[in-house]
């Protein structure tokens, strides 16, 4: 497995030694490593002695956060709460999710949203009539008026 393993990657320089084959979706190298596929890095860690086995609860970490690299200098083992830290303090979490006007691409505010519920539950108007009126779509504003998380407050 050694030889088969280290033929798929690129260690001719002296930074990140790259995966050179199958990619999984979030870009780290992926390794059929017998009966079990895994990824690269992981294979890396274990073939250097960080890691007892492949089956080991605890993450393998990049310090150059390249996830093609397999360069076992590069690699250092956590846990979990070890991973999340890492990734928080490399400042790569997603940012929170933001609805309603928090959302810098909402189209409406939050008072605006308690009109057109209004509007459309007084029977004033249909849905139709009010997204011409606030300049969205029906399928939006049906979404408003259904209390389905979107432009404005729930």
């Not at 030889?3 to 001719?12: A, C, E, P």
Request: glycine share 8%; with cysteine.
């Amino acid at each position: 497995m050694q030889d088969r393993f280290w033929s798929k990657v690129n260690t001719s320089n002296d930074g990140c030694w790259e995966w050179k084959n199958a990619l999984s979706r979030k870009g780290y190298g992926w390794f059929n490593a017998g009966s079990k596929s895994t990824y690269a890095h992981r294979v890396a860690a274990f073939l250097s002695g960080l890691i007892d086995s492949l089956s080991t609860p605890l993450h393998v970490l990049h310090s150059c956060d390249n996830p093609k690299c397999c360069n076992p200098s590069h690699l250092f083992v956590g846990t979990n709460l070890d991973n999340i830290k890492d990734r928080v303090q490399k400042g790569r979490s997603k940012a929170p999710k933001l609805h309603g006007q928090t959302n810098g691409m909402a189209k409406l505010c939050n008072s605006q949203v308690k009109e057109i519920r209004g509007l459309y539950f007084a029977s004033m108007f249909s849905q139709s009539q009010l997204a011409k009126r606030y300049g969205v779509r029906q399928s939006h504003v049906s979404r408003i008026v259904n209390n389905v998380r979107c432009g404005g407050v729930n």
